[in-house]
């Protein structure tokens, strides 16, 4: 029996507000206390209008996005490959995207490649790069 399997265009959009309580969360569970993600002072000396959030705390919502669209899938057959654009600001505001960009076959396993980021709220690039996932 051969089972048909569609491929999402669009990949669901993760809106989420950085505050400054989630990076203190991160910087405990990642045992990162980088001055630049936690004083102020010291991210505005750096030339950054307030703290910084951890990069993979921010890239943490591209997986969370896969894993909403492709489930347990996402964890068992997914590569992520992305650059780093910009930093997030604490307190700033980033959405996800994500767009089927092409589809392979090799050695009978199908490949689904997607363009996948990371906006902030002025519809900067903060993170690109691209998703794979087998189905």
Not at 33 to 55: K, M, R, V
Not at 87 to 116: H, M, Q, W
Request: glycine share 6%; with cysteine.
């Amino acid at each position: 029996m051969n089972i048909q399997y569609t491929l999402p265009k669009s990949l669901p959009i993760i809106a989420q507000l950085i505050t400054q309580s989630m990076i203190i969360d991160y910087s405990k569970v990642s045992n990162d206390f980088n001055p630049i993600h936690l004083d102020s002072t010291f991210a505005i000396e750096a030339g950054f209008d307030t703290t910084i959030a951890h990069g993979m705390m921010v890239l943490s919502y591209i997986s969370e996005m896969m894993t909403m669209a492709f489930g347990t899938k996402w964890a068992t057959t997914g590569q992520l490959k992305v650059k780093f654009r910009s930093p997030v600001l604490s307190g700033e505001s980033i959405e996800t995207f994500g767009e089927l960009s092409r589809t392979t076959k090799d050695n009978n396993l199908n490949k689904a490649f997607y363009k996948v980021g990371i906006n902030n709220k002025n519809g900067d690039l903060v993170i690109t790069g691209e998703a794979t996932i087998c189905y």
